[in-house]
Structure formats: C-alpha cells, structure tokens
C-alpha cells in the first residue's frame, strides 16, 4: 500500500513545478485529482523511484 503523505508530496511538488514553469496555470479539480491518482497508481504498482521519477519527467502538453 502506498504511503499517503509521500504520495501527497510528490503531488504537491509536481504542481509546484508545473506552476513555476506556467505561472498562470490553473488545475480543475478534475485533473487534480487525476494527478494525484496517477502518482499513487504507480507508486502502487511499481514503487517509490517510478513514482519519483513519474513527478520528474512529467510533461504539460
């Protein structure tokens, strides 16, 4: 089971850097939410450093 407050950081540093490089972005609670679940799906399924590396090398399109 994935560790709820890591996978809230993670979150939180992933909007953060979406924020800092659009500082007029705006996530609905929509996408929050899916954010959010994406990064605890795979922190579920394959662990910590996927996680990690998701917040890493995920992209605005």
Known sequence: ???VSKCQSL???LVSR???ENPSLVLSDTISSWLYQSIYSIYET???EEAERY???A???
Do not use: D, L, T
């Open 18 to 20: 979406f924020q800092s």
């Open 1 to 3: 089971m994935p560790n």
């Open 11 to 13: 979150y939180s540093a």
């Open 59 to 61: 992209h605005m399109v």
């Open 46 to 48: 394959s662990g910590e």
């Open 55 to 57: 917040v890493r090398e």
